[in-house]
């Protein structure tokens, strides 16, 4: 007897845009700013030892009551104003953090019903530092693919919620606070390819003190983020370098085409080290928001991505290097062009 084959029938796919670019930022810093000797009522330092070892002079901490999805909420409705936009328009949100205090379910869909944003997609990812770099490839791709039409990417931490007040090594670093961009179609290529990795061997440098297991079973303290300075340091200036030349030669352009350069708010000596490595000329705006926003992890490129074009110290329409990296080790860098 003859089998006659069977034909299986062709998928529908669907069909996005040519290109992609950040059609609005928006930020939210919570209204308490620390100072280095408030932290240092806590450690062993002082506050010229910190500015001197971070550039940092404050930072911001949320109040008690104020949540992650307090703050992401606050800097999406920004960011959907500045780009003309509805919440109702919104297809997809990614939230970038490590400090939302449930494993499940994710703040993004509670972003979602709270800005009235239902029923978009809405998901949590965790990449540490380079979550919003990794979220805005991400909406690159889903705009480009045709999955999304209008993605809002947040970056977002509460990280003094998980920084021991008596670490002498991390105490003074963190702060707290959310920026937000929307992703939308255009005309032009606005968001370049994007150069990201990752280094698993090295997860213990920037880690959870304990597991949540460990809490539970063993009583062990608060998993509060600790970080290993010196070798982060060394990670960050001599592994990043590289990583923003790639990302520079995957879009096309030379340092000396920048009108911007927006890093990961680490430390100011970080910062420094980079531009030197990358011989930027001076034309170049660098971000420096770290001074008086401490490390926000996720929320830092977008806070300092706003904070420019706001003081004019990049243009809109200008093009920006933003590079990020942090726990996992993870780290991604993209060119785009300053909505």
Not at 18 to 25: D, F, K, Q
Not at 255 to 275: C, G, S, T
């Amino acid at each position: 007897m003859t089998t006659i084959p069977r034909q299986r029938p062709t998928l529908s796919s669907t069909s996005g845009t040519g290109h992609a670019r950040i059609l609005g930022i928006g930020g939210y810093r919570p209204e308490r700013v620390v100072t280095n000797d408030e932290i240092c009522e806590n450690i062993d330092s002082s506050d010229q030892w910190i500015r001197e070892r971070t550039g940092i002079v404050t930072r911001r901490f949320a109040a008690l009551e104020e949540t992650v999805v307090d703050m992401a909420s606050a800097a999406a409705l920004e960011a959907l104003k500045s780009a003309g936009l509805t919440p109702s328009q919104v297809d997809a949100i990614i939230l970038a953090t490590v400090t939302h205090p449930y494993q499940t379910p994710g703040a993004a869909p509670m972003v979602a019903d709270r800005i009235g944003a239902t029923p978009a997609a809405a998901f949590d990812i965790s990449a540490a530092c380079a979550g919003y770099c990794h979220g805005i490839a991400l909406a690159n791709d889903m705009v480009r693919g045709g999955s999304a039409r209008f993605v809002l990417v947040i970056g977002v931490e509460k990280l003094s919620d998980f920084t021991d007040r008596t670490d002498r090594g991390s105490a003074f670093i963190f702060g707290d606070g959310a920026g937000a961009a929307v992703v939308g179609p255009s005309d032009f290529p606005g968001i370049s390819p994007t150069v990201w990795g990752s280094d698993g061997a090295r997860w213990e440098t920037i880690s959870q003190r304990n597991s949540w297991i460990e809490v539970r079973d063993q009583h062990v303290e608060w998993p509060a983020i600790t970080m290993a300075g010196q070798s982060v340091f060394r990670w960050a200036v001599y592994s990043m370098a590289p990583i923003a030349h790639a990302a520079l030669d995957k879009a096309g352009i030379k340092a000396e085409d920048l009108d911007a350069f927006i890093p990961h708010q680490a430390n100011m000596r970080i910062i420094d080290a980079l531009v030197k490595q990358l011989k930027l000329p001076e034309h170049v705006a660098i971000a420096r928001d770290i001074a008086d926003t401490g490390n926000t992890s996720a929320a830092s490129v977008p806070l300092a991505t706003k904070r420019m074009l706001d003081s004019g110290e990049a243009p809109h329409g200008g093009l920006a290097l933003q590079i990020a990296f942090g726990a996992g080790l993870v780290y991604a860098a993209q060119v785009i062009v300053l909505p």
